[in-house]
């Protein structure tokens, strides 16, 4: 639980969670959105962060398992990066499109049979990570596990399972909103707000 709040209190510093009607990429509407492209912009934020990631990594003994890690675009090609520095691992970025250099959308070196993990900041629906997850095994390289800071919970997990996938989270999206709403940093109105958006 510890690890949750500190999780928690960085995110309400840096003002990364923010009220009102957004649209995210699957193209549905929340009333919550989590800005966590902003955090490299907070050294201090930053580093704790990948220290998160990195207290995930540990927790969980089969990622060990994996050969190299890739960032998701865009939002987590620099926690990717910094976690594969950490872990002495090779990276990979994933791009949205292949219409540049060699036209592969997967850039780093990539093996047939290669274990990759897949790192991204949070994950709703799934289908940005699963459009990586194609990439990546058109090229060869194998999927087996995901790693993210935040399960908004509506339905990425299942959506992951549905491909073999493993999803690993530090923290649910409805554990954050009950963990601030204890904090003071968040409303009744903004609590169920966020956890009349999780459909898991």
């Known amino acids: 639980m510890k690890i949750k709040m500190e999780l928690c209190t960085i995110l309400t510093r840096i003002g990364a969670l923010k009220f009102g009607m957004f649209s995210l990429t ?36 089969d990622l060990g398992e994996c050969k190299r890690v890739a960032g998701i675009p865009t939002a987590g090609i620099p926690f990717a990066s910094v976690l594969a ?13 292949s219409t540049h250099g060699r036209g592969r959308r997967v850039e780093g070196i990539l093996n047939p049979g290669d274990n990759v993990l897949l790192v991204d900041d949070l994950i709703t629906t799934g289908k940005t990570m699963i459009e990586s997850v194609d990439a990546i095994r058109s090229e060869g390289g194998v999927v087996t596990d995901a790693l993210v800071l935040i399960d908004r919970q509506e339905g990425g997990r299942k959506a992951l399972e549905a491909q073999g996938i493993k999803l690993h989270n ?8 009950r963990i601030m709403y204890d904090m003071g940093t968040i409303n009744k109105e903004e609590f169920n707000a966020i956890l009349n958006q999780t459909i898991s």
Do not use: C
């Open 85 to 97: 520095f950490f872990l002495n691992k090779p990276f990979l970025y994933v791009r949205r499109e």
């Open 26 to 61: 699957n193209g549905r509407l929340s009333p919550y959105y989590i800005d966590l492209r902003i955090v490299p912009s907070f050294p201090e934020a930053f580093s704790r962060i990948q220290k998160l990631y990195r207290y995930v990594f540990d927790s969980e003994t």
């Open 170 to 177: 530090l923290i649910l999206m409805s554990e954050a909103a």
